[in-house]
């Protein structure tokens, strides 16, 4: 119990401070007017305050990432409360804020944009297409993962097909209209069932003493599962995920001024930990340990530790709104995950999204692609979503390292994270089955020296960006507000 409280103390203090610092570093601009103003189009583009950012940005971000990761991070014990706090604080929230405010200084552009012009033109059609690839992953596993939480709790009242196709026509719905319209208006009650959900089990752990196992030497390793790379890629939202990249553009779009990024970018990242401290200590707590864990994950899947956490925790009536708040977690970001498809599409095909046809022809096909994605077995689609989740913070990371040694700033704070979770994706990439199936320890080698390798491309690059004076921001001295 103490170490799972410690760690929900250490990323509210983490807020207040580290954030605080990275704020300070990147330098917040409170004149600069934002995007949401000088391209404001009343679809994607448009002013909304902070409190209804904030909440939006929390549930785009937080999917079933931050639930169904840390139970399944829960299975390593108690280290997995480590790299939830320590990986939220340095490199999550960093890779949010960073991601959201070089978003706002150019025109609200999405990630593959951004790599283009900070890591080269090469890099814009890779990372656009990794992004969409990623997004899509995203797209399926949210719509399945809700699909199957509202059979368990309706006991198979409906057939599986009429549920996915409800959510799919919510999506279609959320991913056309303009942002205020379902978007806007809806989050705040999702929200406020999201709140209710986590809060009412966290406080139950705490209320009946749940026992919560504390860090210690001896069960740093439980069955000898080897931590790294796989908790850190098995944990991805909740502590660093690729994903929030994807995310955090449909936020900087509407974002009135810039002194609202620390609140918005990384303060979510916080609520966003808190959420995966409770839920991997629901997971450690309830089930007689790391057998009984593993046998429920075998049998139910994460979604079935949901169900029965909840119950346990909050009777039938209190666990069946916390299952309902659950869900609403992957619907929320399953709808921006194809929101942001169709804004990157758009973007690099620089097609305006002013008339919902031209919405439409580029949405249609990505839901044809993720409908048939459902198909194939959820575990295998999370295997490849976690690696390619990961590999876009580490490219995202980058990205912020270069912004900040363009603009001769602390660069390290995002570097460091960065080249961390380089060596941890390239060693899953090379040991895992679905990779190269090397032996680990090759793994491990191999691994280092890539990564040495290309962070040494990346100082190469970043002196020459800086060298030819490459603009850090948009030009918006001429903008004038519309008549």
Known sequence: MYTFLAGIAL????????????????????????????????????????????????????????????????????VAFIWIVVGCIFAGAVHDYLTGMISIRNRGAHLPELAGKFLGKFMK?????FAVLLLLLVGTVFVSAPADLLFNLMDGWAAMGLILGAIFIYYILATLLPIDKIIGRFYPIFGALLLISALGVGGMLVFTGAPIPELSLSNFHPDNAPIFPLLFLTISCGA??????????????????????????????????????????????????????????????????????????????????????????????????FRSA???????????????????WIALPLFAISFALTRIDFTLLWRYFSWANQS????????????????????????????????????????????????????????????VILVAIFFIAAKKARANNIPLEEDISNWKPAA
Do not use: C
């Open 240 to 337: 660093l995920s690729g994903f929030h990249a994807t995310q955090t553009p449909i936020i900087s779009r509407t974002t009135q001024n810039e002194n609202n990024g620390r609140k918005i970018f990384y303060g979510m990242m916080i609520a966003e930990g808190i959420i995966a401290m409770i839920w991997a200590a629901a997971a450690m707590s309830l089930f007689d340990g790391y057998n009984g864990l593993n046998d429920l994950l075998a049998n139910g899947g994460p979604a079935g530790v949901v169900s029965e956490a909840s119950t346990l925790m909050l009777g039938a009536v209190g666990g069946t709104l916390a299952i309902l708040g659950v869900i609403i977690l992957p619907i929320t970001s399953g709808d921006t995950a």
């Open 392 to 451: 876009t913070a580490v490219i995202a990371l980058f990205v912020g390292a270069m912004y900040l040694y363009i603009a001769k700033k602390n660069y390290w704070i995002s570097l460091i994270p960065g080249t961390f979770m380089l060596m941890a994706t390239t060693t899953y990439i090379l040991n895992a089955p679905i990779g190269f199936g090397m032996a680990l320890s090759t793994s491990y080698i191999g691994a280092a020296a890539i990564s």
């Open 11 to 78: 990323l509210i203090v983490g807020y207040f401070t580290y954030g605080k610092i990275v704020e300070k570093i990147f330098g917040v601009n409170e004149g600069r007017t934002t995007p949401a103003y000088t391209h404001k189009d009343d679809v994607d583009y448009l002013p909304m305050n902070t409190p209804k950012n904030s909440l939006i940005q929390l549930l785009n971000i937080a999917g079933v990432g931050p639930i169904f990761g840390p139970i399944m991070g829960a299975l390593y014990g108690p």
């Open 342 to 360: 169709r804004m990157i599409i758009a973007d690099y095909f620089n097609f305006s999204q002013k008339k919902v046809t031209s919405r439409l």
């Open 125 to 129: 059609h890779v990372v656009n297409a």
